[in-house]
């Protein structure tokens, strides 16, 4: 049996015990414990993205025949959308809000928020809108696509991709194995213990447009092809099809 944990934080070694485990149990998805046996750690990002539908899925299957959305800048903030607020995008967003206009929804913070800051009429949908959703998020300049939690190893979802697609210039918080995934000169990597040096980016691309477009225009993948065959080859038709193939050999049933 597998146990897919993509979306969460758990692991089958707090669901399980032992005895059930050693009855062939497989856990895919974010790992969060030491013992790796019977586990191998797949984004939750790798499970969606089919169900993303087009452009995304097409994108994973062939990452250098799409040039990269730039941001219409039609709205000239931050974007602020999510439904579960937790307590370090609320500050984040507050500390952006000292130099920039944050549109939110709703999830702010308790107080210090400028009073300009309000969710104009562009809404984002549920998981049944991804690709209306990623057209409205390319309105804005920047969209904060920060984690739910951070510090889970491999806890990867879909945020960053769908900024990353929609033209904004994300900011993102969470697992670092998105550095390895994903271009880092291709969003902004929000390191929750070291804020200021995100926030100091963002001011300078204020000041700098240049430096901005240069962010705006990297290419999503530093190495497309590396990337999709480690992260996102769950599927024959995706990549060389290895990350599928890990996996069954990991359960043992392939060579």
């Known amino acids: 049996a597998i146990f897919m944990n993509g979306e969460s934080t758990g692991d089958m070694w707090t669901v399980f015990t032992p005895a059930q485990i050693d009855r062939r149990l497989y856990q895919l998805?974010?790992?969060?414990?030491?013992?790796r046996d019977n586990s191998y750690q797949v984004m939750h990002m790798t499970f969606v993205v089919e169900i993303m539908g087009s452009p995304f899925a097409e994108f994973i299957r062939n990452p250098t025949a799409m040039p990269r959305k730039n941001s219409t800048r039609e709205i000239n903030g931050v974007l602020y959308k999510n439904s579960n607020c937790v307590g370090f995008r609320?500050?984040?967003?507050r500390r952006m809000s000292e130099f920039l206009d944050i549109y939110h929804g709703i999830c702010k913070p308790?107080?210090?928020?400028?009073?300009?800051?309000?969710?104009?009429?562009t809404v984002l949908g549920g998981r049944k809108a991804f690709a209306d959703n990623a057209?409205?998020?390319g309105k804005y300049k920047y969209c904060i696509v920060m984690e739910n939690v951070v510090g889970n190893v491999g806890y990867v979802t879909e945020k960053l991709l769908y900024g990353l697609m929609s033209g904004c210039l994300p900011i993102y918080a969470g697992s670092r194995t998105i550095l390895d995934v994903f271009n880092p000169k291709a969003f902004i990597y929000y390191d929750l213990a070291r804020p200021?040096?995100?926030?100091?980016l963002m001011r300078r691309m204020e000041a700098n447009d240049t430096l901005y477009d240069e962010y705006n225009n990297a290419p999503i993948f530093a190495d497309p092809q590396r990337s999709v065959n480690e992260y996102f080859s769950i599927?024959?038709?995706?990549?060389?099809?290895?990350?599928?193939?890990?996996?069954r050999q990991m359960m043992e049933i392939e060579e």
């Open 29 to 35: 998805g974010p790992i969060s414990h030491n013992r």
């Open 90 to 93: 609320n500050e984040a967003a």
């Open 110 to 121: 308790e107080k210090g928020m400028r009073p300009n800051s309000l969710l104009p009429d």
């Open 135 to 137: 057209r409205n998020m």
């Open 196 to 200: 200021d040096e995100a926030l100091d």
């Open 235 to 247: 599927c024959d038709d995706i990549g060389d099809g290895s990350l599928k193939r890990r996996i």
